[in-house]
Each structure stands twice: as C-alpha cells, then as structure tokens.
C-alpha cells in the first residue's frame, strides 16, 4: 500500500539544499529541477462526488514530466494515480500529436499532459504516448488501445458509458469497457478528417475538439474538416540529426480557409444529418455546446471579418437550424466560452457590448444584463442554479489582480469577491459550484493552489507551496526583489500600468535597464500581481533594474483600450513602450543610454518595430521568433487585426517589419527556432536576407528542431547565457559600441 504524505512534505523531503543551491542565483539554478516556483499544477479538476481533487503535478526531479495525482479534500493527503514513467510506453510521438501539443503550447511537456474524469466518478480516462488507459481511484490502471497509430482529443461520453476518439482522422467510439468498439466516419483520409479541431481553432481560437457529446450520450456533434482548400507550403524543419521537409497547409492572411462543416449522429455513427451553417460556407465553426436537457445544439458562427457572431439553436434531429441572436462590432469580436445553458431554458453569455465584458441572461428572446462597470469579466466559472449564484472570475477591484466573484443572478447587486486581495487568482468549480478549486500567486507568493467553498472560505491545502526554506527557492528568499507598480500616461491621456524591479539602489548611481515587453493583443500581459519570473530576479542582482508596461492594444482593460490597435499593429503600442522609456529616462536612478528590450513572439516584432521607430533609444534588443511580414501568419489572428489583405493589404504593408529595418542602428540579437511552424522561419529570415543586404552588422542563435518555444533544461540555458552573454556586453558593461548604420 502506498504511503500517503500532503504533497509539501514530499517536496521537501525530495529537495536536498546544497551548497550550490545556497547564495545568488544562477542561470544554472534557474533551468535545473526542481522548478526554483515549486510544484506547477496544471490541469486541476475536482470528481464529480467532490471528495478528490486531481491535477497534473512535475516531478521534483524532472520539471517537465507531469504525473497525475488526487488530493482527498477532506484531509489533504496525496497519492499519485498515474505514474507516467511506469505505465506509458515511452512511444515516439505522431506528428500530429506533437503539432497538437505545440499548439497548446506543451511541446516540452513529457508524461501526461491531459486527463478527463469519468461521470459516475470511479476512473478517469488518461491519453499517454499515443494510447488510451483508464485509471482506477484504486490504483488500478487499464490499458483501453494498444495500436501503432495515435489516438487523439479522447473524450469520456457525458453518462460515462463511452469513450471517443480520433485515429487516423477518422472518428472511433468505444464503451468504457473496452468492447465493440466502432468506426463512425470513413473518409477520413487525404484532407478530409473528422472529430478534430482544425490549425486554426487550435492555434487561435481556443478550441481543441472536434466532437461534442450530447448529456444523454444519445447524439454526438461531430466536425467535418476538409484542407483542400488551404493553400499547401513548404516548410523545412531543421533539426540537429538532418533535415525534415514538410508539405504543410497553412491558411495564411488572405488565402483560404478549411472547409468545416458540423453532423449529428448517434453513437453508432447512425442516423447522421448534416447541421446547417448557412450558405457562406467561408465562416469559423468558433463554439459547440448543448442544452442542459439534450434536446437542442448550440453553434457559434463566426463571419471571416470576425466582426459577426450568430448563435444558432439546431435541431439535432433534423440539422436544421434558427438564430437565436447575434453579436456585433465595428472591429472585431473576442471568443470566450461562457455560454452556459440553464434548466430553464435560459441562457448566461458574456458581450463587451456595453465597452468591458459582462456577464448577461437571455431570456425568451430579451436581455438582463448582470454585471457592469468600467471593469471586464473574464470567465463565469460556476452556475448554482438552485440559489441561483453565479461564480466568474474578473477584475472588478483593479486591472493588476483577478479574482473569483459571486452575484445573484435574479437579483444582481454589486458582485462579491471571495478572494483574497493582492493575489491573481483563477478557479475551477465542481458542476453544481458548491466548491472550488483555487489557483493564485502573489509577487513574494509563488502558486498556490487550495479548496474553497461557494462563499470564498478556504477549507483546505491542495498545493500550499509554503515558501520556507525547505522550498526550492527558500535559498533565496532573503534577496527576493518584489515590484513596485505604478502608472504613466499615454499620449491620448489613457492610463497605462507598469511594473518595475529594482536592486537596492545606491546614491548617486544610475542603473541600465532591461524592458521585457509582449504588448500584442488576447494574451501575454505583463503587469500582473502575480509570481515573479525567478529569471527576472537574477537579473536584478546582476544589476539590472526589469521593467514592463502594458501598452494599448492588451487585453482586459475594455474594448476601447484593445481597439486602438485594430488596422494599427506596430502604432500606439509602440508609442507607450517608448512614453514608458521616456518615464524611466527621468528617473535619477536609471542611466538612460543603457537601456535594452526584450521580447519573444509578438514581443520579438515590437523589440523590432521599437529598434525601428526610434534608433538611439535602446542599446541592444533581443527579438526571438518574431513575426516580421504579417503576410505570413495565419487567418483568424492576423485578419482579426489588420483585416484581409486580399481585400486591403495597406494595413499589412504599414504593420510589416522588414522595410522600416533599414532604420536599426542599434545593437541586435535575433533568435528562432528552425522548426516553428507558428512563427515559421522566413520571418527571421527574410529580415535576415534585408540587413545583410545593407551591410548591418547583427547578431543571431537558431535551435535546430526547435519550435517556437525553445525547450529543454540545457537548450533554455544555452539561450539565456546567450542573451546574458550579449546584454553585459552591449549594454551592461559598454564594451561593444553601437554598430554603424548604413
């Protein structure tokens, strides 16, 4: 029998503090297992009885394998369910599993990286290297396939009696004990697939499945995914042991899209009627639910501009079809997953109608709103239709934390917050939001996760993560910098928040600055009462004041605020990036001529698009895997923002990196992964082919097989001893001058 310990106490016992460990950080530290934040949850999920709490937990020893575990709510104790190293059989990954992983950005993910409890509450159905197991709350693990091909989006049917999956990219359905397991799709082959998500919907949209099971397991939603239409590219995927070429569809800006088309069926693949989307075929199949009863099907259907939403209400017997309302905008319009169907009838969604995201209930073909205010809500997490409760989690109190909230939704008042202050949290609750899960950190906290009740109060530690000296980063505690935040103004008079970290500053000494920056619009934010980067840390005690600002153009401050960028990139936040630079330059601490950007994807374009707009400013910028053509990224995240340049490529042609390069004069250090198929290679390289066609001096590191993350303990030291390596002697330490222009 397993000895069971609250999973602090297997932390410390498995964390030995050496004499390396003791001291200042290093690079060396920073990459090495244990994770100096402690354990990092992902995947938390409380069983349907609420007496477990599951999640996906990286080994002390191997911060990037994940293995699943439950903690007992009631007393805290921890066991593992799943050992990953044990039960997997170490397969190489599909293609397709690998480019599913990079999608969600787990492609440095080892072990178990998805999991999805069984409705009855007694096993929990594991995908693991290319298989499908089920696991008992005994300790008890089945394998359910055992094929060379790879099951993909494997889902537990809503009563528990099936299991569905995709392989060969046809639809497969199996009854949970493993017999008569049936084909329901056939011409999966080619271009054609069934029962999962396309590049896009993966990639930008937020939705990673192809087939939805109805309550009552009596239809299933299947999507119908055909490529042929998506315009075939070459993409060459360098690796460290040869070179791969893939023949790739990839819909880029302007060209066309998959063709999605969306059936009902029933488990046996039975009775199969065809949904109609209407006649514009050139649409997104953006979300997929159903009614709390089963009998009707809801689909969100997204117009290729992005500026319509309609949620149809469908038939599924007969696949026809009505609006029931649609959601418009002037530019474009954010998904979310917060349509949430009641008993009743009725309908909760969130719209940003009003400027900010806000909880409404649709009701016999009327309107309530619910919640409102120059603030965003940004998830409904819980619906106790009994009391009538709402659970969403937002950002009511200030745009720097967010937390979990309550409202009543008949008699909606000002919300309550049932989280503690200083904190960004975020939540999962049980189906009946009696309970939730709480994950949150704080700047001197790192994660934390623990079990609440429906009125905020925490009844127990599920991953406490006590920051003593028996943590990984206990060692280093005494010289933990917290930042300091604050505002400056953007030109058009809008508040923008920044963060700044900041050695113990001596009199009469100036210091250089690094400027991490994202600033790209959906994700990515910066400026958060969250857990410090321990990377940023050792740069502070290198000397090193780190420094960030939210630009317009992030998210969460309101429409208005994220709008000012749409047929705009590379504008307005460019210039509160640099109205920012121009805020520290009148800092008596900071020496203005050594200051350096940072920034990695959409961060990677703006350390471009700022070396570019005011030359001079900084000394040195790392720009890793950026997009430098905006031509080249896809659909639904580039004509989101700037519009289809079939249509008008002026907006691209203003947005593009590559022709105002001629204006860099500053030291740079460009970096790529030679296998990312997201921000593919060309972009580093045609930015490449137009500097060396002036003669300019720069500086480069690509990782071959990498994709657009670079992962690994040893490739992820290498990158930052190169960034370090570059930055104290550009900019640091002055060494190197400002390279000529040409």
Same mark, same amino acid.
């Given at each position: 029998?397993?000895?069971?310990?609250?999973?602090?106490?297997?932390?410390?016992?498995?964390?030995?503090?050496?004499?390396?460990?003791?001291?200042?950080?290093?690079?060396?530290?920073?990459?090495?297992?244990?994770?100096?934040?402690?354990?990092?949850?992902?995947?938390?999920?409380?069983?349907?009885?609420?007496?477990?709490?599951?999640?996906?937990?990286?080994?002390?020893?191997?911060?990037?394998?994940?293995?699943?575990?439950?903690?007992?709510?009631?007393?805290?104790?921890?066991?593992?369910?799943?050992?990953?190293?044990?039960?997997?059989?170490?397969?190489?990954?599909?293609?397709?599993?690998?480019?599913?992983?990079?999608?969600?950005?787990?492609?440095?993910?080892?072990?178990?990286?998805?999991?999805?409890?069984?409705?009855?509450?007694?096993?929990?159905?594991?995908?693991?290297?290319?298989?499908?197991?089920?696991?008992?709350?005994?300790?008890n693990v089945r394998r359910v396939t055992a094929t060379p091909e790879t099951e993909l989006d494997a889902q537990v049917s809503r009563t528990g009696r099936y299991l569905s999956f995709v392989r060969d990219q046809n639809l497969h359905v199996v009854e949970a004990t493993g017999?008569?397991?049936?084909?329901?799709?056939?011409?999966?082959?080619?271009?054609?697939?069934?029962?999962?998500?396309?590049?896009?919907?993966?990639?930008?949209?937020?939705?990673?499945?192809?087939?939805?099971?109805?309550?009552?397991?009596?239809?299933?939603?299947?999507?119908?995914?055909?490529?042929?239409?998506?315009?075939?590219?070459?993409?060459?995927?360098?690796?460290?042991?040869?070179?791969?070429?893939?023949?790739?569809?990839?819909?880029?800006?302007?060209?066309?899209?998959? %063709?999605?088309?969306?059936?009902?069926?029933?488990?046996?693949?039975?009775?199969?009627?065809?949904?109609?989307?209407?006649?514009?075929?050139?649409?997104?199949?953006?979300?997929?639910?159903?009614?709390?009863?089963?009998?009707?099907?809801?689909?969100?259907?997204?117009?290729?501009?992005?500026?319509?939403?309609?949620?149809?209400?469908?038939?599924?017997?007969?696949?026809?079809?009505?609006?029931?309302?649609?959601?418009?905008?002037?530019?474009?319009?954010?998904?979310?997953? *917060?349509?949430?169907?009641?008993?009743?009838?009725?309908?909760?969604?969130?719209?940003?109608?009003?400027?900010?995201?806000?909880?409404?209930?649709?009701?016999?073909?009327?309107?309530?709103?619910?919640?409102?205010?120059?603030?965003?809500?940004? /998830?409904?997490?819980?619906?106790?239709?009994?009391?009538?409760?709402?659970?969403?989690t937002g950002n009511l109190d200030t745009p720097l934390e967010q937390h979990l909230y309550s409202i009543d939704m008949n008699r909606p008042g000002t919300p309550r917050r049932l989280t503690e202050q200083g904190y960004w949290n975020v939540a999962e609750m049980d189906g009946r939001a009696t309970r939730a899960l709480v994950t949150r950190s704080s700047p001197t906290q790192p994660t934390q996760v623990y079990l609440a009740d429906a009125r905020g109060e925490r009844l127990a530690w599920i991953e406490e993560?006590?920051?003593?000296?028996?943590?990984?980063?206990?060692?280093?505690?005494?010289?933990?910098?917290?930042?300091?935040?604050?505002?400056?103004?953007?030109?058009?008079?809008?508040? %923008?928040?920044?963060?700044?970290?900041?050695?113990?500053?001596?009199?009469?000494?100036?210091?250089?600055?690094?400027?991490?920056?994202?600033?790209?619009?959906?994700?990515?934010?910066?400026?958060?009462?969250?857990?410090?980067?321990?990377?940023?840390?050792?740069?502070?005690?290198?000397?090193?004041?780190?420094? /960030?600002?939210?630009?317009?153009?992030?998210?969460?401050?309101?429409?208005?605020?994220?709008?000012?960028?749409?047929?705009?990139?590379?504008?307005?936040?460019?210039?509160?990036?640099?109205?920012?630079?121009?805020?520290?330059?009148?800092?008596?601490?900071?020496?203005?001529?050594?200051?350096?950007? *940072?920034?990695?994807?959409?961060?990677?374009?703006?350390?471009?698009?700022?070396?570019?707009?005011?030359?001079?400013?900084?000394?040195?910028?790392?720009?890793?895997?950026?997009?430098?053509?905006?031509?080249?990224?896809?659909?639904?995240?580039?004509?989101?923002?700037?519009?289809?340049?079939?249509?008008?490529?002026?907006?691209?042609?203003?947005?593009?990196?590559?022709?105002?390069?001629?204006?860099?004069?500053?030291?740079?250090?460009?970096?790529?992964?030679?296998?990312?198929?997201?921000?593919?290679?060309?972009?580093?390289?045609? %930015?490449?082919?137009?500097?060396?066609?002036?003669?300019?001096?720069?500086?480069?590191?690509?990782?071959?097989?990498?994709?657009?993350?670079?992962?690994?303990?040893?490739?992820?030291?290498?990158?930052?001893?190169?960034?370090?390596?570059?930055?104290?002697?550009?900019?640091?330490?002055?060494?190197?001058?400002?390279?000529?222009?040409?």
């Open positions: 029998m397993r000895t069971l310990l609250p999973l602090a106490a297997m932390i410390a016992a498995a964390v030995p503090v050496t004499a390396a460990q003791a001291g200042q950080l290093t690079l060396e530290r920073i990459f090495a297992s244990p994770s100096l934040s402690g354990p990092t949850p992902r995947l938390l999920k409380l069983s349907p009885d609420g007496r477990l709490a599951t999640l996906l937990r990286n080994r002390a020893d191997d911060r990037d394998r994940f293995d699943l575990w439950a903690v007992d709510t009631t007393t805290g104790e921890a066991r593992m369910l799943v050992d990953s190293a044990r039960v997997g059989t170490g397969a190489q990954l599909s293609e397709e599993e690998m480019m599913r992983r990079e999608r969600a950005r787990l492609s440095g993910v080892r072990g178990i990286v998805s999991y999805d409890w069984a409705p009855d509450g007694r096993g929990i159905l594991v995908p693991l290297d290319g298989d499908l197991y089920l696991a008992g709350l005994d300790g017999q008569n397991q049936r084909r329901l799709t056939t011409d999966g082959a080619g271009t054609v697939s069934w029962g999962s998500a396309e590049f896009v919907a993966q990639e930008e949209m937020d939705r990673h499945t192809g087939h939805w099971w109805s309550p009552d397991d009596r239809y299933l939603a299947v999507a119908r995914v055909d490529e042929a239409p998506v315009r075939t590219v070459t993409r060459t995927a360098i690796g460290t042991e040869g070179t791969r070429v893939y023949e790739q569809r990839y819909p880029a800006a302007g060209t066309p899209n998959a %063709l999605v088309e969306l059936y009902v069926m029933a488990p046996d693949g039975s009775g199969r009627v065809k949904v109609d989307l209407g006649a514009d075929t050139d649409i997104y199949l953006a979300r997929v639910n159903w009614s709390a009863d089963g009998r009707t099907l809801f689909v969100q259907r997204e117009s290729r501009d992005q500026k319509r939403l309609d949620l149809l209400s469908v038939d599924p017997a007969t696949g026809r079809s009505t609006i029931l309302f649609s959601e418009t905008s002037n530019t474009w319009l954010n998904l979310h997953d *917060n349509l949430r169907p009641l008993r009743d009838g009725s309908l909760l969604w969130t719209s940003e109608r009003s400027g900010y995201s806000h909880i409404y209930r649709f009701r016999s073909g009327r309107w309530t709103q619910l919640t409102r205010g120059d603030w965003a809500v940004k /998830s409904i997490e819980g619906v106790d239709e009994t009391s009538g409760r709402i659970y969403f993560n006590r920051l003593d000296d028996s943590h990984p980063y206990g060692p280093f505690r005494a010289a933990h910098v917290a930042p300091t935040f604050g505002t400056i103004h953007a030109s058009d008079g809008t508040e %923008l928040h920044y963060r700044m970290l900041s050695p113990a500053r001596e009199p009469g000494r100036r210091y250089p600055v690094f400027v991490q920056v994202y600033g790209g619009p959906g994700s990515g934010r910066q400026v958060t009462r969250a857990w410090v980067n321990p990377l940023h840390e050792y740069l502070v005690q290198q000397g090193w004041i780190v420094f /960030s600002i939210d630009n317009r153009g992030s998210p969460d401050r309101g429409k208005a605020f994220e709008d000012a960028i749409y047929h705009a990139m590379g504008t307005v936040e460019v210039e509160d990036q640099l109205a920012g630079v121009a805020w520290l330059r009148t800092r008596d601490f900071v020496d203005g001529d050594r200051i350096a950007v *940072n920034g990695w994807s959409y961060g990677g374009y703006m350390t471009l698009r700022l070396l570019e707009a005011a030359p001079g400013t900084f000394r040195a910028g790392v720009s890793g895997a950026p997009v430098t053509r905006w031509e080249l990224y896809d659909t639904h995240y580039t004509e989101r923002y700037l519009g289809n340049p079939a249509i008008d490529p002026a907006p691209y042609q203003a947005a593009g990196a590559v022709p105002p390069s001629s204006r860099i004069t500053d030291n740079l250090l460009l970096i790529h992964g030679m296998a990312d198929d997201n921000v593919v290679f060309e972009n580093s390289t045609v %930015l490449m082919g137009a500097l060396q066609g002036r003669s300019f001096p720069f500086e480069m590191m690509v990782y071959p097989g990498a994709t657009h993350g670079v992962s690994g303990e040893a490739r992820q030291l290498h990158l930052w001893r190169t960034i370090e390596n570059f930055l104290n002697r550009t900019v640091r330490d002055g060494e190197v001058e400002t390279p000529p222009a040409r």
